[in-house]
């Protein structure tokens, strides 16, 4: 719809009209007709207009309150496990439930808080337009801008300074929550107890004190410790293991840490007699196998997936989430999908006295989407 030129004020007049009256002229100017515009307190400062930003403000800081307390549950409250006949295991157990009771409050005070200041301070006008084609003129565009101020200013969201504090500080906190819950886990010195299996240089495959670290399966219990003999796994059978040192057998806290570390996993295969014949092996690594038996990482290179299946027939290993295939005869290096970078090999060996498989060391390349680049 186009304007008469009549109706249209000169640049002077333009710049002399309040916002009022370019609200009004802006919406002639569009075809808008008001149809009920009505102000939601007429009245500046009843009692019931108090309770009503009381209520709005309440809601917010409740969003602050949870959202303050989400960060202080992530950082403090006791996430480090502990077995069930031990003191603190239920405050172990409540750290979970309790991340989602107080960001889960916190979104919902912020989005409470937001309706209903919509609905009790914002005017609920009622308004038929016709629409026109074109783009927007100089004078759309200085209408539009005074309609939008005047919307603000009826919303009386400039003079409700509780309101806006506490929705602030809300905003404030569930932001704060959420950006601990994206990051936290990123606050952590890498370089932090280096020579430590803790640390973020080493996995849980590391020796301690010259202990030998054999390889364990998960039985599902995580005191029952169950090593692996190479007789217990068939031609072409696959085997999930996890470290496993003799000073941790009775401790319940270390020998569920081992099962939970994420780079922890392991995937021992025991290949057919004539494919062991055709391994090409990576340079350095030659000695790595025992035998029949390759020892991979689960982690894939890629972007951290387990490398859950492998594929006896062709010998390749699979990861399900983005489809990368490495070839377990050529050092697990990668033939298809995304992954660039071969699934990092464990040395193992056997134990004269028990014979069981254990780890002759750590890794000594990246593990996963690893954050270094090791070289040795």
């Not at 496990?81 to 295991?89: A, L």
């Not at 107080?102 to 989005?111: C, Y």
């Not at 020579?195 to 039985?219: A, E, I």
């Not at 983005?322 to 464990?346: C, E, M, N, V, W």
Request: contains cysteine.
């Amino acid at each position: 719809m186009s304007a008469d030129n009549s109706e249209m004020p000169s640049d002077a007049e333009l710049a002399e009209m309040s916002r009022e009256d370019l609200v009004k002229l802006g919406a002639k100017l569009d075809g808008v007709e008001l149809v009920e515009y009505p102000d939601p307190w007429p009245v500046e400062g009843t009692k019931a207009e108090k309770r009503a930003e009381r209520l709005v403000a309440s809601w917010f800081l409740l969003a602050a309150l949870a959202g303050l307390g989400f960060v202080v549950v992530f950082f403090a409250w006791p996430s480090a496990y502990v077995p069930p006949s031990s003191d603190g295991h239920l405050m172990y157990t409540l750290f979970t439930p309790m991340l989602g009771i107080t960001l889960g409050l916190s979104v919902l005070g912020l989005g409470v808080g937001a309706l209903l200041y919509s609905r009790k301070f914002i005017p609920h006008e009622v308004a038929v337009q016709q629409r026109h084609d074109g783009g927007s003129t100089e004078l759309d565009k200085k209408t539009i801008l005074a309609q939008l101020a005047d919307a603000g200013h009826r919303s009386t969201i400039a003079r409700r300074s509780l309101i806006k504090r506490s929705a602030g500080l809300a905003g404030g906190a569930m932001g704060l929550g959420v950006g601990v819950f994206a990051l936290g886990g990123f606050v952590r010195d890498p370089w932090a107890q280096t020579n430590s299996k803790d640390s973020l240089w080493h996995t849980g495959w590391m020796s301690t004190d010259g202990q030998r670290v054999f390889l364990r399966r998960d039985t599902g219990v995580p005191h029952d410790v169950v090593l692996v003999k190479p007789e217990d796994l068939d031609t072409g059978a696959i085997e999930t293991v996890f470290p496993f040192r003799e000073s941790e057998r009775g401790d319940h806290e270390a020998l569920f840490k081992a099962l939970r570390r994420s780079d922890n996993p392991v995937m021992l295969i025991r290949l057919r007699t004539d494919d062991a014949a055709k391994v090409i092996k990576h340079e350095g690594q030659e000695d790595y196998n025992y035998g029949e038996y390759y020892a991979y990482t689960k982690i894939c290179s890629h972007l951290g997936c387990p490398t859950s299946l492998y594929e006896q027939r062709t010998n390749r290993i699979l990861c399900p989430c983005h489809q990368s295939q490495f070839d377990a005869l050529q050092y697990a290096k990668p033939i298809f999908g995304p992954a660039t970078r071969k699934l990092a090999q464990l040395p193992i060996a056997v134990d004269e006295e028990t014979g069981y498989l254990y780890a002759r060391s750590d890794f000594n390349e990246p593990v996963g989407p690893a954050f270094w680049e090791r070289k040795s």
